[in-house]
């Protein structure tokens, strides 16, 4: 018999011709990547085998081994021809970000059932030529229960189109157009193939739909994070919105990296890209092997990775959250050094916790802002109040109504000096009210470098008010024994007119500059730029003094803060806590407390909370310690009361 084997002959060259393109683009690590390659092995598997049928059934060999070798290509054939129908169906349910585990009996039945079924058929027939035969000279002749196989075929084809008008509102246009032409595509080309049986067209129209999804939904580039080798935040929130608009129960674990600035600072750029690489190349493997859970990772942001758990199980997705807390407590390897990267953890369950993807991503970047003020490495989102740092986090619309409306309260708070006890200095803090009239804390709270018009009036809205209480206070005192530390934000220090309308509010308070000192974070010292460098050292004319605040948690810049009028250094809390869990650390926050005294730089350590961290704080040498263990933050009048009675009473 002659068949037609140039359809077949080009299905291969094209299966090819994708396999070596393939290896110029990157692979995306997903549910979707692996479907595919599936589908395409099995097609190409198909074809191949097709090609080898009839090659010997059209030169017929006299040895006796090859009617075996005849019905061995025509089984894997139908093996793989079928496992394309099962992949296909995978790869709708993973367009769709559908998972099904195939550990369980819902798998089974969905996907497997049918194929194996199918396995059994082609088995019997090696036995008894139901399905299909081949006479003495190698010519194929269909059994009489071949339909059975493409009834198996018809039922994953079905499925697959069930899926597709069901969630046909959850996927774009081009994908549903080249998803459903598959289907079309194949039906085609069973159809000619039945009734022309020469014509090999089947699996051409196979290779054309596998072809087409290649070109058309198979882009990687828009899916990975190039450096890391990681799906990125587009490819997280795609799947995400699948899910959560299928309303389909399921579990997301996101890591904070909080100390990645800090290192990259330290060991440069790209040695602590390597360190998130091998981080990243961790959690695209954890749990499979422990957990038997299907996993993948995403790059949600630059310090932050999300972990999407194939699972309805609670449990499970809790013991993955704290076996990365295990890997998280070690260092991590990478060439020749060995960091400790602190991290965070928290699960996020839907519909739990959140009920829309834009109702995910607020509560992401709040977790994040509330990871900073919580040292624990796990954190429980079922304990996080994300009414409140809603409200907290919304400073520009709190701040702007609070300075309208005059409620803003500025309160102070005292230092305590290691010689002196207590001295005549303080914080000046600025606490806003809610709707409701409460009084919200906004410490930690105030971005370092935004800036907006409500956060730069805030700033001298808080320096009036203290300008007005120096001034009332010392009397007329041009030594002021009274003195005060005002934050500043970076949009304010860097207007041009900024020492201009400092001296204004000093003439207008009838207050003296050397009373005030200004309070700048790490960060907003190392990123300012020329004119805020130059405001800063114009104050240092005036007699009013810099301290540093939060350092050793932002962009540090040394010779900066050395090249300004700096008096003191503010610790933060994080490197206190740091010193107490390890020697090393210890040591290297002494050291930093005595570089500064040598050059003649008071230290200072905040957020004093308990003994454990003031009699730190005394050991590593700390000249002052601020906190509300050491006093809270309090009103003008009850503040020099306090003052007073303080050393009446001493």
Same mark, same amino acid.
């Given at each position: 018999?002659?068949?037609?084997?140039?359809?077949?002959?080009?299905?291969?060259?094209?299966?090819?011709?994708?396999?070596?393109?393939?290896?110029?683009?990157?692979?995306?690590?997903?549910?979707?990547?692996?479907?595919?390659?599936?589908?395409?092995?099995?097609?190409?598997?198909?074809?191949?085998?097709?090609?080898?049928?009839?090659?010997?059934?059209?030169? *017929?060999? =006299?040895?006796?081994?090859? +009617?075996?070798?005849?019905?061995?290509?025509?089984?894997?054939?139908?093996?793989?021809?079928?496992?394309?129908?099962?992949?296909?169906?995978?790869?709708?349910?993973?367009?769709?970000?559908?998972?099904?585990?195939?550990?369980?009996?819902?798998?089974?039945?969905?996907?497997?059932? +049918?194929?194996? #079924?199918?396995?059994?058929?082609?088995?019997?027939?090696?036995?008894?030529?139901?399905?299909?035969?081949?006479?003495?000279?190698? /010519?194929?002749?269909?059994?009489?229960?071949?339909?059975?196989?493409?009834?198996?075929?018809?039922?994953?084809?079905?499925?697959?189109?069930?899926?597709?008008?069901?969630?046909?509102?959850?996927?774009?246009?081009?994908?549903?157009?080249?998803?459903?032409?598959?289907?079309?595509?194949?039906?085609?080309?069973?159809?000619?193939?039945?009734?022309?049986?020469?014509?090999?067209?089947?699996?051409?129209?196979?290779?054309?739909?596998?072809?087409?999804?290649?070109?058309?939904?198979?882009?990687?580039?828009?899916?990975?994070?190039?450096?890391?080798? /990681?799906?990125?935040?587009?490819?997280?929130?795609?799947?995400?919105?699948?899910?959560?608009?299928?309303?389909?129960?399921?579990?997301? #674990?996101?890591?904070? /990296?909080?100390?990645?600035?800090?290192?990259?600072?330290?060991? +440069?750029?790209?040695?602590?890209?390597?360190?998130?690489?091998?981080?990243?190349?961790?959690?695209?493997?954890?749990?499979?092997?422990?957990?038997?859970?299907?996993?993948?990772?995403?790059?949600?942001?630059?310090?932050?990775?999300?972990?999407?758990?194939?699972?309805?199980?609670?449990?499970?997705?809790?013991?993955?959250?704290?076996?990365?807390?295990?890997?998280?407590?070690?260092?991590?390897?990478?060439?020749?050094?060995?960091?400790?990267?602190?991290?965070?953890?928290?699960?996020?369950?839907?519909?739990?916790?959140?009920?829309?993807?834009?109702?995910?991503?607020?509560?992401?970047?709040?977790?994040?802002?509330?990871?900073?003020?919580?040292?624990?490495?796990?954190?429980?989102?079922?304990?996080?109040?994300?009414? =409140?740092?809603?409200?907290?986090?919304?400073?520009?619309?709190?701040?702007?109504?609070?300075?309208?409306?005059?409620?803003?309260?500025?309160?102070?708070?005292?230092?305590?000096?290691?010689?002196?006890?207590?001295?005549?200095?303080?914080?000046?803090?600025?606490?806003?009210?809610?709707?409701?009239?409460?009084?919200?804390?906004?410490?930690?709270?105030?971005?370092?470098?935004?800036? =907006?018009?409500?956060?730069?009036?805030?700033?001298?809205?808080?320096?009036?008010?203290?300008?007005?209480?120096?001034?009332?206070?010392?009397?007329?005192?041009?030594?002021?024994?009274?003195?005060?530390?005002?934050?500043?934000?970076?949009?304010?220090?860097?207007?041009?007119?900024?020492?201009?309308? #400092?001296?204004?509010?000093?003439?207008?308070?009838?207050?003296?500059?050397?009373?005030?000192?200004?309070?700048?974070?790490?960060?907003?010292?190392?990123?300012?730029?020329?004119?805020?460098?130059?405001?800063?050292?114009?104050?240092?004319?005036?007699?009013?003094?810099?301290?540093?605040?939060?350092?050793?948690?932002?962009?540090?810049?040394?010779?900066?803060?050395?090249?300004? *009028?700096?008096?003191?250094?503010?610790?933060?809390?994080?490197?206190?806590?740091?010193?107490?869990?390890?020697?090393?650390?210890?040591?290297?926050?002494?050291? /930093?407390?005595?570089?500064?005294?040598?050059?003649?730089?008071?230290?200072?350590? =905040?957020?004093?909370?308990?003994?454990?961290?003031?009699?730190?704080?005394?050991?590593?040498?700390?000249?002052?310690?601020?906190?509300?263990?050491?006093?809270?933050?309090?009103?003008?009048?009850?503040?020099?009361?306090?003052?007073?009675?303080?050393?009446?009473?001493?």
């Amino acid at each position: 018999m002659q068949y037609n084997i140039y359809f077949d002959i080009c299905a291969l060259f094209i299966l090819i011709t994708i396999a070596v393109t393939s290896m110029s683009r990157r692979a995306v690590p997903s549910y979707r990547q692996r479907a595919y390659s599936a589908l395409y092995f099995a097609i190409f598997m198909a074809t191949l085998c097709e090609r080898i049928e009839t090659y010997l059934q059209m030169h *017929p060999l =006299t040895f006796s081994e090859y +009617g075996i070798l005849e019905k061995i290509a025509g089984s894997a054939f139908f093996f793989f021809h079928l496992g394309s129908a099962v992949f296909y169906l995978l790869y709708i349910m993973s367009v769709l970000d559908i998972y099904v585990p195939i550990t369980t009996w819902k798998g089974f039945w969905y996907l497997w059932f +049918g194929y194996i #079924i199918c396995i059994a058929l082609l088995v019997v027939n090696w036995f008894v030529p139901i399905m299909f035969s081949y006479s003495v000279d190698g /010519i194929y002749h269909r059994g009489k229960y071949l339909f059975l196989f493409y009834i198996i075929a018809t039922y994953y084809l079905v499925v697959s189109l069930v899926l597709l008008l069901r969630y046909n509102n959850l996927m774009r246009r081009r994908t549903k157009v080249v998803v459903a032409s598959y289907v079309l595509f194949v039906l085609a080309g069973i159809l000619i193939q039945y009734f022309y049986p020469t014509l090999l067209i089947e699996n051409f129209c196979n290779t054309i739909s596998v072809t087409f999804i290649y070109i058309t939904l198979q882009n990687p580039s828009e899916m990975v994070d190039e450096v890391l080798d /990681i799906l990125n935040k587009k490819a997280f929130l795609e799947g995400h919105d699948l899910k959560t608009k299928r309303k389909g129960e399921h579990f997301t #674990i996101f890591l904070t /990296i909080k100390n990645i600035r800090t290192l990259s600072d330290e060991i +440069g750029y790209g040695n602590g890209q390597d360190a998130l690489k091998t981080i990243a190349k961790y959690l695209k493997s954890v749990g499979r092997k422990e957990l038997h859970l299907i996993t993948y990772a995403y790059r949600y942001s630059e310090y932050v990775f999300a972990l999407t758990v194939h699972t309805d199980d609670a449990d499970k997705a809790k013991a993955l959250m704290y076996k990365i807390s295990y890997r998280m407590r070690e260092p991590w390897s990478f060439g020749n050094m060995k960091l400790k990267v602190d991290g965070q953890l928290f699960l996020f369950h839907y519909p739990v916790h959140y009920k829309t993807t834009v109702d995910l991503i607020n509560k992401i970047e709040m977790m994040v802002e509330h990871a900073n003020d919580d040292h624990n490495l796990i954190i429980d989102v079922d304990k996080v109040d994300f009414e =409140t740092i809603r409200r907290e986090s919304d400073y520009d619309n709190l701040a702007r109504v609070n300075l309208d409306s005059k409620l803003a309260t500025i309160k102070f708070q005292p230092f305590l000096s290691k010689i002196y006890k207590i001295n005549y200095s303080a914080d000046v803090l600025c606490f806003l009210h809610d709707a409701a009239g409460n009084e919200i804390d906004m410490r930690g709270k105030i971005p370092d470098i935004k800036i =907006t018009q409500a956060l730069m009036d805030a700033d001298e809205f808080v320096f009036r008010r203290a300008c007005r209480a120096l001034s009332f206070w010392n009397a007329g005192d041009k030594n002021g024994k009274y003195r005060a530390v005002v934050a500043m934000s970076q949009g304010e220090i860097s207007k041009n007119d900024f020492i201009k309308r #400092i001296k204004k509010i000093l003439r207008e308070e009838n207050a003296v500059a050397s009373w005030i000192s200004i309070k700048l974070t790490e960060t907003t010292i190392s990123t300012m730029n020329s004119i805020a460098e130059r405001n800063i050292k114009m104050l240092g004319d005036l007699k009013s003094s810099i301290i540093v605040d939060k350092f050793g948690s932002g962009y540090g810049d040394l010779n900066r803060v050395l090249s300004l *009028p700096v008096s003191q250094i503010n610790l933060d809390s994080s490197i206190l806590h740091s010193a107490m869990e390890s020697e090393k650390m210890m040591l290297v926050v002494q050291g /930093i407390v005595n570089l500064f005294h040598d050059i003649s730089i008071f230290v200072c350590a =905040t957020d004093i909370e308990n003994e454990t961290d003031k009699k730190m704080a005394e050991e590593l040498g700390c000249d002052y310690l601020i906190g509300d263990y050491m006093g809270a933050p309090m009103k003008d009048s009850s503040y020099v009361k306090f003052i007073d009675a303080y050393f009446e009473e001493n």
